[in-house]
């Protein structure tokens, strides 16, 4: 589909790690074949960090800060954004040259438009979350959406700045209960995993288990889908477990911490601590 009258395409970056890693992202943008793009990173209020800063400049980007969490910035960087769309990055993705474009012509009025990742990464424990990020195709319950339309995006009031971890799949439910519907399309996200490592994986979920239990209790029905170590596509995938048995393995492993970080965090830490406490310890 030949787009006629081009859209403005507002990019928005929380950014929430140091270093140069940014440039990739910010590169791939500028790159896209679809150049009608503005791009904004919000960096975190708690620790702004100075090394970032002149990367966005470099790539004619707009640089804020606000915060703390990455759903607050989200919201920020779009109340500062002209674009009709919103596309919602990552820090750690690169966009293939024709994302935006595909986003652009995908979309429609009331419509929101979903993006496949892909992972790569040092070490098995990513290679194992590539191996699982590969069964998320074709609207599984676990994938949300990055690109929307600029009204339906505030209509629902945007992100939910007290969920972290499940605040995409939240917007993602929100906009699907006032009849926006979900397309897909077919190029990927790049997420760059860096060096996973089980303790970090289970630091990471139990962090987020802290507003799991809010989202439960928004999406009772959807969550047991999501929360689950049995996904239908787990069981739609078997062949490619087959013939991948140490991924398979080192998948299981990885589902497993993160469903027993996820229990942890939800159930036992705050009543564990409470119950320290009591006792004077």
Request: charged fraction near 30%.
């Amino acid at each position: 589909m030949k787009i006629i009258n081009k859209p403005l395409v507002s990019v928005i970056i929380p950014c929430y790690v140091p270093g140069a890693s940014i440039e990739n992202i910010l590169k791939s943008i500028r790159n896209q074949t679809y150049k009608k793009t503005e791009i904004i990173c919000v960096d975190a209020i708690t620790r702004p960090d100075k090394t970032i800063k002149p990367f966005v400049k470099k790539y004619g980007g707009k640089y804020l800060i606000y915060g703390p969490e990455r759903s607050n910035q989200r919201n920020f960087g779009a109340k500062n954004a002209k674009g009709d769309y919103f596309l919602f990055l990552d820090q750690d993705t690169i966009l293939s040259n024709n994302i935006i474009k595909e986003c652009v012509e995908a979309i429609e009025k009331n419509t929101m438009v979903m993006i496949p990742e892909n992972s790569f990464g040092e070490g098995f424990w990513s290679r194992a979350k590539s191996f699982e990020r590969s069964m998320y195709r074709g609207g599984d319950v676990s994938q949300g959406a990055r690109f929307f339309d600029k009204k339906n995006f505030f209509d629902v009031g945007g992100y939910d700045p007290d969920l972290v971890g499940t605040e995409d799949l939240d917007l993602f439910n929100k906009l699907k209960n006032i009849g926006v519907k979900a397309v897909e399309i077919k190029s990927c996200i790049e997420h760059d995993e860096g060096r996973l490592e089980l303790g970090k994986i289970s630091k990471r979920i139990i962090y987020y288990s802290k507003t799991f239990l809010k989202y439960k209790k928004k999406y009772p029905e959807i969550s047991k889908k999501q929360f689950t170590l049995l996904r239908p596509t787990y069981f739609r995938n078997w062949k490619k477990m087959v013939k991948n048995p140490v991924l398979a393995c080192g998948f299981i492993i990885l589902k497993l911490v993160e469903g027993f970080s996820a229990f942890y965090g939800m159930y036992i830490k705050d009543s564990w601590g409470d119950y320290k406490k009591e006792m004077g310890e």
